[in-house]
């Protein structure tokens, strides 16, 4: 199957820093990836949706200045925690669809988990 | 209001024990079912697409069967390394995320050696 590819695995930062995720879609390019949270015990909460040269699309209740996504490239989007403090660890993951419009496979990353001390 | 759910929640079995795990959906219109492994700290992996009830498709110990309001994912002589959560995702002709996609919470699998 299609191979997203996130980095970095783990990432441990101090409260008030910024911290970079970088999703790739290796073999396919990926004009829309997807942005997760995830809690322990809980299932994938969508944040927001990354389009190739155009704004993100966030859900409800998710802060776009403090997750800020750049999707610069046909293969590449990077998810940004600005400011980050403990609340914002979790397990962060990426998927990217492997066909065009809304019909065909996701496929994720292997996820970032994130702890803020 | 859960428009998927997963159960059992977590199931516990020992090696070559068989079961199921079920995923049902509350609302009509179904343009697909997915169903992925996660292993812990790891991302998910697709597993199967249906598309229509009576559709089955196969993986290794792995079967995926779909009705009308349900899919089960049948697990045959498990092994230990089977172990991880089943997620279960459905696509609807209406809601859903931006993704397209509402996600169960998932059941925790267990097999014993």
């Known amino acids: 199957g299609a191979v997203v590819s996130q980095h970095p695995s783990r990432v441990i930062c101090k409260s008030g820093t910024s911290v970079k995720i970088e999703c790739r879609s290796l073999?396919?390019?990926?004009?829309?990836m997807f942005w997760y949270r995830q809690f322990p015990k809980q299932s994938l909460m969508l944040m927001a949706t990354?389009?190739?040269?155009?704004?993100?699309?966030?859900e409800q209740g998710v802060e776009k200045d403090k997750f800020l996504i750049n999707h610069a490239s046909l293969t590449l989007s990077t998810l940004t925690v600005t400011s980050a403090h403990p609340e914002d660890s979790s397990f962060y993951i990426c998927?990217?669809?492997?066909?065009?419009?809304?019909?065909?496979?996701?496929?994720f990353g292997e996820g970032s988990r994130l702890t803020v001390l | 209001e859960d428009q998927v759910t997963q159960s059992p929640e977590a199931l516990r079995l020992q090696e070559g024990e068989s079961s199921s795990l079920n995923c049902s959906y509350t609302?009509?219109?179904?343009?697909?079912l997915f169903w992925y492994r996660q292993d812990p700290g790891k991302g998910p992996e697709f597993l199967f697409t249906?598309?229509?009830a009576g559709e089955e498709k196969e993986k290794e110990r792995l079967k995926a069967t779909l009705t009308k309001k349900e899919s089960f994912l049948h697990i045959t002589a498990p092994k230990p390394e089977d172990s991880a959560t089943y997620l279960c995702?459905?696509?609807?002709?209406?809601?859903?995320?931006?993704?397209?996609?509402?996600f169960g919470k998932g059941t925790h699998l267990i097999i014993q050696p």
């Open positions: 998927s990217a669809r492997s066909s065009g419009g809304n019909t065909g496979e996701l496929f």
């Open positions: 073999d396919f390019q990926a004009t829309t």
């Open positions: 990354s389009n190739e040269g155009s704004k993100a699309t966030y």
């Open positions: 609302v009509s219109g179904l343009r697909g």
């Open positions: 249906l598309y229509s």
């Open positions: 995702a459905v696509r609807l002709y209406s809601g859903g995320g931006a993704d397209g996609l509402t």
